[in-house]
């Protein structure tokens, strides 16, 4: 079975300052990880994946994540956070194995605060 | 590209009654997805179609849910005799069939069971 951790509920940093938001998975197979992200009252937006090859991967609204397959962790990471960023993000695992669901399971998401 | 896009925003039920929702994904994605969202928690999968056929249903869809894809367009899922549990958030997506395609979200139905 496949699953995500984000072990944080919420994180809280200052406009201006580096962020990070914490994943974690767990997949028998090989992933694919995703970031979305979430405003009040919409439905989820997709902000980068990592597929295959470099570990670093960027998206969009100068977001960027850094795969780890040792760690098995798919960190989300912007330099400057803005105010604008905050919202709900979620990350989300596919196990590409044959025979495995290709059904992307989300993690509980993590509310990222930017104060001003 | 519209979108993805839910209709309705908002549904107020009392508990026993029964409510459709709709879903119409961008045109050229095959795949279609439900998903249910409860405050504080991530999304959880519902059921897909790819085109018109049925192709995978989680346990959480009880037999008070159905869901359809007539000629591989849109979607509807309904939920008969309604429970207080089923209030949540309920989330379509598409994509296109590729592994790594991503999921594009509507904006969701939140239902509430009075």
């Known amino acids: 079975a496949q699953s995500v951790a984000q072990p944080e509920d919420q994180v809280n940093v200052a406009e201006g300052n580096p962020l990070t938001v914490k994943c974690t998975y767990s997949v028998s197979g090989n992933p694919y990880l995703f970031w979305y992200v979430q405003y009040p009252n919409r439905g989820l937006q997709f902000l980068l994946k990592?597929?295959?090859?470099?570990?670093l991967v960027k998206g969009s609204y100068g977001f960027e994540a850094e795969f780890n397959k040792s760690q098995t962790s798919f960190h989300l990471k912007k330099p400057s956070a803005l105010v604008s960023d905050s919202a709900l993000y979620f990350c989300a695992v596919r196990d590409i194995r044959v025979g495995g669901s290709y059904i992307p399971t989300f993690g509980r998401g993590t509310s990222l605060i930017v104060h001003p | 590209d519209t979108g993805v896009s839910q209709d309705p925003r908002h549904k107020i039920t009392k508990r026993g009654q029964n409510v459709t929702f709709r879903c119409d994904p961008i045109?050229?994605?095959?795949?279609l997805y439900w998903y249910r969202q409860t405050l504080g928690q991530g999304p959880e999968f519902l059921t897909y179609?790819?085109?018109?056929?049925?192709?995978?249903k989680s346990r959480l869809l009880s037999d008070r849910f159905s869901a359809e894809r007539p000629k591989g367009s849109f979607s509807t899922l309904e939920i008969q005799r309604t429970e207080q549990g089923d209030s949540a958030m309920y989330l379509c997506?598409?994509?296109?069939?590729?592994?790594?395609?991503?999921?594009?979200f509507g904006n969701g139905t939140r239902l509430t069971v009075t």
């Open positions: 990592y597929i295959t090859g470099d570990n």
């Open positions: 179609f790819q085109n018109e056929a049925q192709l995978e």
């Open positions: 997506a598409s994509s296109l069939v590729g592994i790594n395609s991503p999921l594009h």
């Open positions: 045109s050229e994605h095959n795949r």
